[in-house]
């Protein structure tokens, strides 16, 4: 057997939580030969509910589950994490601006960016799940001292699978069939969802679907309200779809790529495409055979994906400013 990994999860009682600690513990994220040790972070109110998670957690007797620690001092979860999920954070309530919100939770991530910056392993990686992803993720970043900006990354998997399931079913294939998708841009309702690049079996998804007021119109709008539908539906917002999507962003970012295909996470942008330098932003990535990852370079923009990219680009450095204050100079 391997040495175990350590993975960190913030938010572990709340549904995303419940979603994603089972599956890691049985070993879809990381493999059937990879014990696992897992460093489960709540707040105070989230304690008790945790503590029940943990005794499931003990009842699964999982062959892979090394460890287990429940807690809610920073050091003590993110002590030699390998991985970090942030998934954590406090929701947007009625009346809430969402300058209310990037506050609130900004705060969150300074502490956790500086607690992974002491207690996590060298070669920690850190996926920010919690809303405003991006601009906590960056607020993370700028916090941990030491960390290198390429091991954090926010979630825009769940939009990408879910352009992929519209694209899929409006032209009558498996998901499976559609490739090339990119989300650009921020986890939110300007998102740019880009079908111009995408393909179905290999071909341009324009050439299979022929209906561009459809592209341009329903589906760009499907992909950026889905979240806002399911809470309609549901009554509570997307968990096991985003819990989902989270694993399978890790899974995408410890696997090489298939060839020619890439896939959609935000990353610390390095100014490829235009998008300034240091914003966190999705964009094509692909991981390399040695499991370091890269910004594809050379994806067409056209006109109309230009101005779609600069509207959400645009909206994450509103957010980074303001936000400015919990960003080191
Ligand atoms: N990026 C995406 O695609 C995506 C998709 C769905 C949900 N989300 C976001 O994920 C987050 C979690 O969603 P959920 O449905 O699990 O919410 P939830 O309210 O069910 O659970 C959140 C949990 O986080 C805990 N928490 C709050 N502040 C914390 C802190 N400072 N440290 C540790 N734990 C803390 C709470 O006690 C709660 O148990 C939300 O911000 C949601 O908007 C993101």
Known sequence: MKEPITVSIT???????????????????????????????????????LKGVVMELEDCAFPLLNEVVATTDLDEGFKGANWAFLIGSVPRKAGMERADLLGINGKIFTGQGQAIARSASKDVRVLVV?????????????NAEGVPNDRFFAMTRLDENRAKSQLAAKAGVHNSDVTNLCIWGNHSATQYPDFTNAKIKGRPVTE???????????????VQQRGAAII???GASSAASAANAAMDTVKSL???TPEGDWYSVAVCSDGSYGIEKGLIVSMPIRTKDDGSWEVVQGVPVNDFSREKIDATVNELKEERDAVKDLIPA
């Open 11 to 49: 938010g572990a009682a709340g549904q995303i939580g419940y979603a994603i600690l089972f599956r890691i513990a049985s070993g879809f994220v990381f493999g059937e030969e990879q014990p696992v040790n897992l460093r489960l972070i709540e707040i105070e109110p989230g304690l008790p509910a």
């Open 130 to 142: 919690g809303n405003p992803c991006n601009t906590n993720a960056l607020i993370a970043m700028n």
């Open 208 to 222: 299979v679907i022929t209906d561009r007021d459809w592209l341009e119109g329903e589906f760009i709008k499907t």
């Open 232 to 234: 309609n539906a549901r």
């Open 254 to 256: 410890i696997n090489p």
